[in-house]
């Protein structure tokens, strides 16, 4: 009986063991031959297959802590009670912009509504707590194949969510436990929405948020000499917290101010508020322009030159760069986009997926020091692919 017992631990330990390794593996094998396709066209086809696929799916989540050792006990954590990955919304609101962009008819549309809110009653199927899903909700109203009045309530969720937090806060947290704390991720998160929604239904005061959100930002978020954005201010004090010029953090201030923009130039009111985010985004592409490699890529710390790539950033920058380009007729930005989007092919897996993002953020000051798979890389890039034409 001993040696029974004996022989079953060990088969366990060495099982734990091995699902340490298992991710791994998987990440080794996937990179073999990575990059190597023998055409653009082909490399084209093979990332859009894998919108269609995520969006039949879901965006696979991503890890929010780096363990790697007796990993099993954060999968039966995860199992439990969902605190070891990340949720979905932003992975999904990005690919559901991609999706939305190549107006592929292999695609459901309506999947993306099925997996978060009741096609009946037009409620979430579980309320979220996170802001970002009011990203998600953003491109929900965007997709032309959705009607947003079956949708409604839970549109009306999260704008009033986003408004008692704002009433509480002065501005939208990123978080509620640290509302304090007012993150650059917020800005692409958020101000779009509130915008849309406000123009759709009226709702003027959800309009001033997204401005007020987007100027003490400015304000109180930027560097003043280097014109780059901070992970995060503390409202109490005005303190700048986190890293200055953080890659992905100044791909979201990036794609807020652009995306906020877009929608303002589509209706023929707030000329003030135009010409405020045509220059901030304007200056912030000006300012993100001195970073830029010459690879076509950006460091996941942009000021420093030994930092490693973060294809995340670049892809919400190639979006940017590409949009600006057409709206200002600069020919310079869109060689910048039309590069980024040259190197990202040659981190892209045999699979289509493309490799090197920086993992999900821990927190203020921890960032992932992991290069993987993004879902919202993905969706960036063949918005990017799309917007070219």
Sequence with gaps: MFWVILSILLLIVLAALLFDYYDLFLNWFGRIKIGQYRSTDEWEKSVKNVIIKWSASGAPKLNVNENK???????????????????????????LKAASAMK???????????????IETGEWLEEPTRIDCAMLCYELMCCEEIDNNSIKPALDFVAQMLKNAADENGTIPYNQSISNYKLVDTIGMVCPFLIKYSFKYEKSELFDLAIK???????????????????????????????????RGCAWWAYGLTESLKLLLECDSHNKEKAFLLKQTVVTLKEMKKYFREDGSFGRFVLDENSLQDNSAAAMLSYCFEYISQLIKSEEYHEMAQKIIDNLKYSTRRNGMIDYSQGDTMGIGFYCNSLTVVPATQGFAVCTIEMMG
């Design 69 to 95: 050792k007796l990993r099993v006990i954060d999968f039966a954590k995860e199992k439990i009670n969902g605190t070891i990955q990340s949720t979905a919304y932003w992975q999904d609101a990005s690919i």
């Design 104 to 118: 592929d008819s292999k695609i459901d549309y309506n999947s993306f509504v099925e997996r978060y809110i009741d």
């Design 213 to 247: 959100q987007i100027e003490e930002f400015s304000e109180k978020g930027i560097d003043k000499k280097l014109g780059l954005p901070f992970h995060c201010y503390d409202d109490r004090n005005e303190n700048k917290l986190g890293v200055c010029g953080w890659g």
